[in-house]
């Protein structure tokens, strides 16, 4: 089976420039998360989507962060402008469960962000 | 507020050197207790689902405990490929909950 696949792993902008993260589920999964990961700490979740729809995107700081998940599959996170704060690791992960129910999260690579 | 805390932040090993990782949590009733491991530049790997306090799950060198306060991942005479970071995350019960909070990890080194 394969795994989260996620593009592009390395990203280096310069601030003020957009930047968007890929991210392909494990098929079969209908949800689908982004996290940011800051050095030295754990996950922190940005944006949830259960099949096409955004149910949870009260983390994601909305003027200059998007995201979208078309037919409910692929999704691609967009930040624009880039700050220098917004350098970090972007993770996608993805599970075949739904709210309420035990979320064993599996996590593509990741994307490590560089705002220069 | 869901808390996790993960001790200690690092630990060095001797190959062969048997110990125990902490993860300690604060939830408002528990639907799971996750164990993953982070190699550097890459993603975390998932380990173990705990469900309930009593419950043990084994995997190699790799044993995972749960209580109603923390859970302990027990590496029995590890190897240098053991080293990793490690992440606990939990889940809250509750019809509508679905969010891991996770802790900081615990960078563990094994040295051969």
């Known amino acids: 089976e394969a795994g989260v696949v996620q593009s592009p792993r390395y990203k280096i902008i310069e601030k003020k420039q957009p930047v968007a993260f890929w991210c392909n589920p494990i098929?079969?999964?209908?949800?689908l998360y982004w996290y940011l990961q800051n050095l030295g700490q754990g996950p922190e979740l940005l944006i949830r989507?259960?099949?096409?729809?955004?149910?949870?995107d009260s983390q994601l700081p909305k003027d200059r962060f998007s995201a979208e998940r078309l037919k409910g599959v692929d999704s691609t996170l967009k930040i624009q402008p880039a700050e220098l704060g917004d350098s970090a690791v972007y993770l996608c992960?993805?599970?075949?469960?739904?709210?309420?129910?035990?979320?064993?999260?599996?996590f593509g690579p990741g994307t490590r962000l560089t705002v220069l | 507020e869901d808390q996790v805390t993960q001790s200690p932040e690092a630990l060095r090993l001797q190959e062969g050197e048997s110990s125990s990782l902490n993860c300690s949590y604060t939830?408002?009733?528990?639907?799971?207790l996750f164990w993953y491991r982070q190699d550097p530049g890459k993603g975390p790997e998932f380990l173990f689902t705990l469900y309930s306090a009593g419950e043990e799950k084994e995997k190699e060198r790799l044993k995972a405990t749960l209580t109603k306060k923390e859970s302990f991942l027990h590496i029995t005479a590890p190897k240098p490929e053991d080293s990793a970071t490690y992440l606990c995350?939990?889940?809250?019960?509750?019809?509508?909950?679905?969010?891991?909070?996770f802790g900081k990890g615990t960078k563990l080194s094994v040295i051969p």
């Open positions: 939830v408002s009733g528990l639907r799971g």
């Open positions: 098929s079969g999964h209908n949800t």
């Open positions: 989507y259960e099949n096409e729809e955004a149910v949870d």
């Open positions: 992960a993805s599970s075949r469960g739904t709210s309420g129910r035990i979320q064993e999260q599996f």
């Open positions: 995350a939990v889940q809250a019960s509750g019809a509508g909950s679905y969010q891991l909070t």
